[in-house]
């Protein structure tokens, strides 16, 4: 369904009456976004439309996850109203405080190497702070709990063998990708077979040892407001969570790995210095990031053919080949 800022304003007049400005945000989300003048305090709001999607991705989740957040003192939006009424627009939507500051990824690389130092080593604090949740199953966080894909075991009862909920959910997610890649009859399925080779010759570094964490889903510089405070630049909103589940750590470094953060130098050495503050990292660090991003970007690659985007797929099915080590073409011919 399509909304308008006539829709936006009717929804924050729910309450704020003399609301009387609206701008729709075209920023990469898939539920639709609105800044709102109210002529009140807050002057700005966010109304967020419903995209009726599943209950991994509605409205309904990203709420619990903010309160979630607020309550380790998190900066994220504050929710002012929830209405699943439909009387005053015909969906779902919420209602948010606007985040105060800069987003980061307009203003970093701008900043002196001291600046972005200070700042990304409380990006990583930040990160180590999510991560402190955890649960015992994984899977995407639902409003009513997790759709669990592996409860979190590392018994073995009389003879009975138990299976890695690490490597058991991983390998089922990347291997119903690798079919939903095949069935566009368009891929050559000896890369296939090769990515498939790659996956299990490294599932090792899918094994859990310890329990699962909230992973934010989508962290990275674009999600995450700055602003100057006293002389010093401080965090003044994370956004989105959309994608939050509970996983890995270390699927909370993929968009941050793609953005450049976890290249040698002294961004992925403060970031990493402020994680470490209450979060371990292990010795194998890097090649889990690898192998769960080559995961994720096989599912996006799914994504892209099905929208039709071939052009963006073949960039990521290329990259991918560079990783696993593929000589041939990745398209039959």
Request: charged share 30%; glycine share 6%; hydrophobic share 35%.
């Amino acid at each position: 369904m399509k909304y308008t800022e006539k829709d936006a304003l009717r929804a924050a007049q729910t309450v704020f009456e003399n609301a009387s400005l609206a701008r729709k945000i075209t920023k990469g989300y898939s539920h639709e976004i609105y800044e709102v003048e109210t002529n009140l305090y807050p002057k700005k709001v966010i109304v967020r439309f419903s995209n009726n999607s599943l209950p991994e991705y509605s409205l309904e989740k990203e709420i619990k996850i903010n309160k979630i957040l607020q309550k380790l003192g998190i900066p994220v939006p504050r929710i002012i109203l929830h209405d699943k009424s439909r009387k005053k627009v015909p969906v779902e939507f919420v209602v948010l405080s606007k985040l105060d500051g800069t987003d980061l990824d307009k203003i970093l690389r701008k900043l002196s190497k001291k600046e972005q130092t200070e700042i990304m080593e409380k990006v990583g604090s930040l990160l180590g702070k999510i991560h402190i949740i955890k649960y015992t199953e994984l899977g995407m966080i639902m409003p009513e709990g997790i759709k669990e894909k592996a409860s979190f075991s590392l018994k073995q009862e009389d003879k009975q063998l138990s299976m890695d909920p690490g490597i058991k959910t991983v390998l089922s997610e990347f291997f119903e990708d690798l079919g939903n890649l095949s069935s566009f009859g368009i891929i050559n399925d000896k890369f296939i077979l090769r990515l498939s080779e790659y996956l299990l010759e490294n599932k090792q570094l899918a094994e859990i040892n310890e329990k699962p964490s909230l992973i934010h889903g989508d962290y990275y510089d674009q999600n995450i407001k700055i602003k100057k405070i006293k002389g010093k630049w401080q965090i003044t909103g994370l956004m989105d969570f959309e994608y939050a589940a509970s996983k890995m750590r270390e699927y909370d470094f993929i968009k941050l790995k793609r953005n450049g953060f976890l290249e040698k130098g002294h961004l992925r050495d403060a970031l990493l210095k402020g994680y470490k503050k209450s979060q371990n990292i292990d010795e194998n660090f890097d090649k889990k990031v690898d192998y769960f991003t080559i995961g994720r970007d096989a599912a996006f690659c799914v994504y892209l053919l099905k929208s039709g985007n071939l052009d963006f797929a073949t960039k990521i099915l290329n990259r991918i080949k560079q990783k696993i080590g593929f000589n041939g073409e990745v398209f039959t011919n």
